[in-house]
Nanobody, 125 residues
Framework: QVQLVESGGGLVQAGGSLSLSCAAS????????MGWFRQAPGKEREFVAT????????YYADFVKGRFTISKDNAKNTVYLQMNSLKPEATAVYYC??????????????????WGPGTQVSVSS
């Protein structure tokens, strides 16, 4: 099993930026698809981005393309999410998750097996 812990959340004004980190332990993430999801109060958890096991290919939800960037450092066993041009609707708890190959392009929460506890991102207007 792998344990995931997110960090880097906080309060930012609309148009600002935040960088999230997901530190993994217990197993290397170099063999896994890693993803980011978010969940706002009263809403369902939604897909944000994934990165494949090698860290070369990425896949994004349409609503974040051009503004968010997912990356990973296998040597540090850490996944990142750089968020730019943040909008108030980005306010949510952001979760890091690990899954197998199908999770890379499916963007489905059911394809991810392990989840971190989440980190809160709040965007003020």
């Amino acid at each position: 099993q792998v344990q995931l812990v997110e960090s880097g959340g906080g309060l930012v004004q609309a148009g600002g930026s935040l960088s999230l980190s997901c530190a993994a332990s217990g197993r290397t993430i170099s063999i896994s698809t890693m993803g980011w999801f978010r969940q706002a109060p009263g809403k369902e958890r939604e897909f944000v981005a994934t990165i494949n096991w090698r860290g070369i290919s990425t896949y994004y939800a349409d609503f974040v393309k051009g503004r968010f960037t997912i990356s990973k450092d296998n040597a540090k066993n850490t996944v990142y999410l750089q968020m730019n041009s943040l909008k108030p609707e980005a306010t949510a708890v952001y979760y890091c998750a690990e899954g197998g190959g199908p999770a890379y392009t499916s963007g489905a929460a059911a394809d991810f097996s392990y989840w971190g506890p989440g980190t809160q991102v709040s965007v003020s207007s």
